[in-house]
């Protein structure tokens, strides 16, 4: 079966401090893509983050850096130096031949950062 | 380049009653497609439109319906609302050409069933 879990429901940080997202995937696919999104109060879903199944390569881009580890199926996210801007609803999302390639989302974590 | 704009952005109707939502995504993509958000349920995957064509849907029931113009717009409808269809509808679009695309989403409609 096809689940993404973060088991974080919320995060609140102060303002700098660096804080990783949590996200545990489940499919039974070997091609498979994960994602992360951000929803900010506004309501759309922002697109951060994208990693298929064959690249387990992690990579930093600015203030964010991922962790994909694909022998605990974990793909974690993490803000370095934490802004108030970054608080949000954090989304990580799996996508395989399952759902037809649609996302499948886990239910988000609310983070807070505050100054 | 404009975004994905989805009217109304609110919308309130009452039980039995039957709306459509609107989505225009971003020019030159082909692909649109819907998911439901809820505090309980999270979000969840409706369906896909590309090129007019439905090619994907998820597990909601037939009162769930959309249609896409060969303009790439979309709507979506529900028919006979119940309470629990209160929900943010959001719409995504991508160039529909691969699997691992990135969505674009707009800002949501909120529908609240009475």
């Keep these: 079966a096809q689940k993404v879990t973060q088991a974080q429901t919320e995060i609140s940080v102060v303002e700098k401090e660096d804080v990783t997202l949590d996200c545990v995937y489940e499919t039974r696919d070997t091609t498979y893509y994960l994602f992360w999104y951000k929803q900010p109060p506004s309501g759309e879903l922002v697109f951060l983050i994208r990693r298929n199944s064959f690249d387990e390569q992690n990579e930093i881009s600015g203030r964010y850096s991922w962790n994909f580890q ?37 239910k988000g974590t609310s983070l807070l950062v505050t100054p | 380049k404009a975004g994905v704009t989805q009217t109304p952005r609110y919308l309130i109707k009452t039980r039995g009653q039957q709306v459509t939502l609107s989505c225009s995504p971003i020019s030159g993509h082909r692909s649109v497609s819907w998911y439901q958000q809820t505090p309980g349920q999270g979000l969840q995957f409706l369906f896909e439109y ?16 959309g249609r896409q113009f060969s303009n790439s717009r979309s709507e979506m409808n529900v028919s006979t ?12 679009s991508s160039l529909g050409t691969g699997s691992n695309e990135k969505l674009f989403f707009g800002s949501g409609t909120q529908l609240s069933v009475l």
């Design chain 1, 70 to 106: 694909k022998s605990t199926s974990s793909f974690n996210f993490t803000i370095t130096a934490s802004q108030v801007v970054d608080s949000a609803v954090y989304f990580c999302a799996l996508s395989d031949s399952n759902s037809g390639y649609a996302l499948n989302f886990g």
């Design chain 2, 50 to 65: 590309f090129s007019e064509t439905q090619r994907n849907k998820g597990n909601f029931p037939g009162r769930f319906s």
């Design chain 2, 81 to 92: 609302l119940e309470l629990g269809d209160s929900a943010l509808y959001l719409c995504a």
